[in-house]
């Protein structure tokens, strides 16, 4: 069985190399490199070492991942034909990729991996940097940065930041989590006679000269709260403070009945918002549909029965069931067929789900605006087959009830009237649903029309200089018609 070397060429320069690591170097006689752009190899080179780099394989790919699987490739083709040697940067156990790769290849390669050790870039970053780790510290690699994944109250070290276009995506990620004028220092060749740590604002990380093979990014953690007010984590922490020992009388007195009436409200203002197609009147109308969501969370972790954490778990579940031609092997052509699968799924969960409920009526919320209901009702009644394949029965349906309603005014029944109207209203919201239009949406459109109409009404009754009271039906009725023309 043939061994490959690992070495780790260390931070720093030549002398600053373990001697048993430098004699196997100087011994060897295969020796690969993932890099030739370290200073310890500068020197070697001097001292007569030759070894091959995989510096060409970089050009050769787009994405850093099959760059790393090309060189174990080479490595793993190499050692069978002898045993030889495999230098990086830094220690082979930090942010070096192809060791891991070459870990889960060599097992069914027979080959055998022996590593002989390496001083990594951390402990003269941190002397550098004069930083703690133990206060929080994440390594993160700079061609594979998430923004999500960043904790901004520790110390952040950004590792391979090789060149100005990696630096450019590592730039515009933080920028989405921190101001553009955040400073970062940018540390190169930490620990060597060469050491630089350039302080710039974030937008000019890019920009700065020192990019190679030996730099780094550090992000120091953030102080001031108030750049910590567009994450997750701290609305949580305001929403317990509000419910806690020393938060709002009124917060703390919240019941998930209590908070019932806003929820509606909210939702309502977000419809308005959108609507009135106001981006930011929109932010604002959904940060506060997300408070009262982060209220009822916060009552039921209060009480010991959920929190958020159930919330966002469960919605996430649920969204990956759901969309198995996302997350799995199921192919669907169009929207219909999603809308069907996720029905099929949705029914499926029902069913295996223990509960009291024997119609397929029962899941439609009875909080919902009544021409939503009557919707949903029609629809989940179609999923079984009873409903009208043709508009024409609906519409002789509609004369039937419009009928009866009429018959009911000559008879001055009230009560029998409320019935025969909401028949019609229900004969109504089936035709728009055959038509496939929005019965809810359909209202409100005509009710914001029938408030500009009006609002322009009011405009001509203040220009004119009387009241409203004292002008005329027919006056007014002039006012609207030329509020219809304006419309057109």
Request: with cysteine; aromatic share 8%; charged share 30%.
């Amino acid at each position: 069985m043939n061994t490959i070397s690992v070495i780790g060429l260390g931070a720093g320069e030549l002398e600053q190399l373990p001697l048993g690591v430098y004699r196997h170097l100087k011994q060897t006689d295969q020796l690969f490199v993932r890099t030739k752009d370290h200073p310890v190899l500068t020197e070697l080179q001097e001292e007569g070492v030759t070894f091959q780099s995989f510096d060409s394989i970089y050009e050769q790919h787009d994405q850093f991942e099959d760059v790393y699987q090309s060189i174990v490739k080479k490595l793993i083709n190499e050692s069978s034909k002898g045993s030889i040697t495999y230098a990086v940067p830094g220690h082979p156990f930090v942010a070096e990729r192809t060791i891991q790769l070459l870990i889960e290849i060599a097992g069914n390669q027979d080959v055998h991996l022996e590593f002989l050790g390496g001083q990594s870039f951390l402990d003269p970053m941190y002397n550098a940097l004069k930083i703690d780790p133990i206060e929080g510290c994440q390594i993160v690699d700079g061609t594979a940065l998430r923004r999500d994944e960043l904790e901004l109250t520790q110390h952040i070290i950004i590792v391979q930041v090789y060149d100005a276009m990696i630096a450019s995506d590592v730039k515009l990620t933080l920028m989405e989590r921190l101001p553009d004028d955040y400073e970062v220092i940018i540390a190169t060749a930490v620990g060597s006679t060469a050491q630089q740590l350039t302080r710039v604002p974030l937008y000019e990380l890019d920009h700065a000269t020192t990019l190679n093979n030996l730099t780094a990014v550090y992000v120091p953690p953030v102080k001031d709260e108030t750049l910590l007010n567009g994450e997750f984590t701290r609305l949580r922490e305001v929403i317990a403070t509000l419910r806690g020992p020393n938060g709002c009388p009124w917060d703390k007195e919240q019941t998930h009945q209590s908070l019932k009436k806003y929820l509606i409200e909210e939702t309502y203002e977000v419809l308005e918002a959108i609507d009135e197609e106001d981006d930011d009147h929109l932010i604002e109308e959904l940060g506060d549909i997300l408070l009262q969501v982060m209220l009822h969370a916060q009552i039921g972790e209060d009480e010991g029965w959920f929190s958020i954490k159930d919330i966002v778990q469960s919605t996430s579940e649920k969204m990956i069931r759901r969309h198995p031609h996302v997350f799995g092997d199921k192919n669907v052509s169009n929207s219909v067929e999603v809308v069907d699968n996720w029905q099929q799924i949705k029914q499926a969960e029902k069913e295996n789900q223990p509960t009291e409920r024997e119609s397929i009526l029962n899941g439609i919320p009875n909080g919902l605006p009544a021409l939503m209901i009557a919707e949903k009702l029609q629809k989940e009644a179609a999923r079984v087959g009873f409903d009208w394949d043709e508009v024409g029965p609906m519409w002789d349906k509609l004369d039937e009830e419009l009928k009866e309603f009429k018959e009911e005014v000559n008879n001055d029944h009230n009560e029998n009237m409320q019935k025969e109207l909401g028949d019609i209203l229900f004969v109504i919201v089936n035709i728009a649903r055959y038509y496939k239009l929005d019965s809810e949406e359909a209202l409100r459109s005509t009710n914001r029309k029938f408030k500009n109409r009006f609002h322009y009404i009011e405009d001509q009754v203040s220009e004119s200089g009387r009241s409203l009271t004292e002008h005329t039906l027919e006056e007014l009725d002039a006012y609207w018609d030329e509020a219809k023309l304006n419309d057109k």
